[in-house]
């Protein structure tokens, strides 16, 4: 299970605050930095190939940034040097980010181009279909540029797409909102990720904030919003597997789902993290320095986690999915549980397993904080 980050945009969105560099020539010299980094690398990543394969999560998740501003000889170099160690086979989830504008601005041949280099699953960062949101976020694309990137993907030959959202937006009116919702359905995806507007420090939004030209939405709309997108994700089919993912049976992303059940992955690139279960429990991340990972200074930190943590950590994850946690009892009080699902904040699932129901998924933060 392995992640690659790539830390260049041509511009900065309002809320974003994902560790990235305005593209500034470096991409260039992006691709031999990260090859110097699998070779440290490389029994670590042959380990985590094998370990990820049998529990089920074979996977390559290419992400930003936005990746889809290098090259694609650019991924080939990388792709290809993570094959040498992996070899030749397929892997069961290979995607990619990419954003709307890069799509349509390479065309078709770029889409071709990505499948060839073995990716079956794209992410499509869209974020709504509100041309005005979309300026206001500072993104480069507007809305009809999103269908036509969508068009464009489906014609390279993926099958598997998923699109990202943005809800709880203060100006944001639920007849922008459920507009945006029926325009994502429309088009057909296989997956679909929507995300509350969050204020993170660092991002163009919080500094509006500061200056006093932004004020967060009302807690009651946002949970209205999310009410909506949950109805009407479900009417068209959707999984609600995760707090903030849909997917069409057999959709779910195998990726993000290994974060989530504490599968070991492996992190490439300035800002990335990865988990280690050996005799120790390391979590480890390279810095979020470009210049130096580029001048191949030693970008590389850790922690040695306790079993605790990770158990915290697991039940927590398992929390925000419809799966659920088989483990809350050993970190729960039994009366703790027992109100709980008196209040109907948790239920059980057919499997015996306790989840928080999807009606109560938008209050998940502080159900999970009184538990544990
Ligand atoms: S949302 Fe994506 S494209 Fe926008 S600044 Fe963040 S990483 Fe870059």
Redesign the pocket.
């Known amino acids: 299970m392995i992640y690659l980050h790539i830390p260049f945009?041509k511009?900065?969105?309002l809320y974003?605050d994902?560790y990235?560099e305005i593209c500034n020539g470096f991409e260039a010299e992006y691709p031999r930095a990260v090859l110097r980094e699998i070779d440290k690398r490389e029994k670590e990543i042959a380990n985590n190939v094998s370990a990820s394969a049998l529990a089920g999560a074979d996977t390559l998740y290419i992400g930003?940034?936005?990746p889809s501003v290098l090259p694609l000889d650019a991924l080939r170099t990388i792709v290809d040097r993570l094959g040498k160690i992996r070899g030749p086979k397929a892997y069961d989830e290979f995607t990619v980010e990419v954003?709307p504008e890069d799509i349509v601005g390479k065309g078709i041949d770029y889409v071709r181009g990505l499948k060839a280099l073995g990716a079956n699953r794209i992410s499509m960062?869209v974020q709504s279909f509100d041309d005005s949101m979309l300026r206001w976020m500072n993104?480069r694309h507007d809305s009809a540029g999103a269908v036509k990137a969508f068009d464009l993907l489906r014609n390279g030959g993926f099958d598997n797409i998923s699109i990202d959202l943005i809800f709880g937006i203060s100006h944001l009116t639920d007849e922008m909102w459920a507009s945006t919702i029926e325009k994502a359905i429309a088009l057909g995806p296989e997956h679909i990720s929507a995300y509350q507007l969050s204020i993170e420090e660092g991002s163009g939004l919080a500094k509006l904030v500061k200056r006093g030209k932004y004020s967060e939405a009302p807690e009651e709309d946002c949970a209205r919003q999310y009410s909506m997108l949950c109805q009407k994700l479900s009417e068209a089919g959707f999984n609600h597997y995760e707090i903030s993912n849909f997917a069409k049976p057999d959709y779910e992303a195998r990726h993000n789902s290994a974060y989530w059940s504490r599968i070991p992955y492996v992190g490439l690139g300035p800002g990335a993290h990865s988990f280690s279960a050996g005799e120790r429990q390391i979590r480890s991340w390279n810095r979020d320095n470009l210049r130096d990972y580029i001048d191949g200074k030693d970008v590389r930190e850790e922690e040695i986690l306790t079993g605790e943590d990770l158990e915290i950590e697991a039940v927590m994850l398992a929390l925000r999915t419809s799966r659920g946690s088989d483990n809350l009892t050993d970190l729960c009080p039994p009366e703790k549980i027992h109100e709980a699902l008196q209040r109907g904040d948790l239920v059980r699932t057919p499997s015996g397993n306790l989840r928080i129901p999807e009606s109560r998924f938008f209050i998940s933060d502080s159900i999970i904080s009184s538990l544990i």
């Open positions: 945009c511009s900065f969105c974003c994902f990235s930003g940034g936005t954003n960062g993104r």
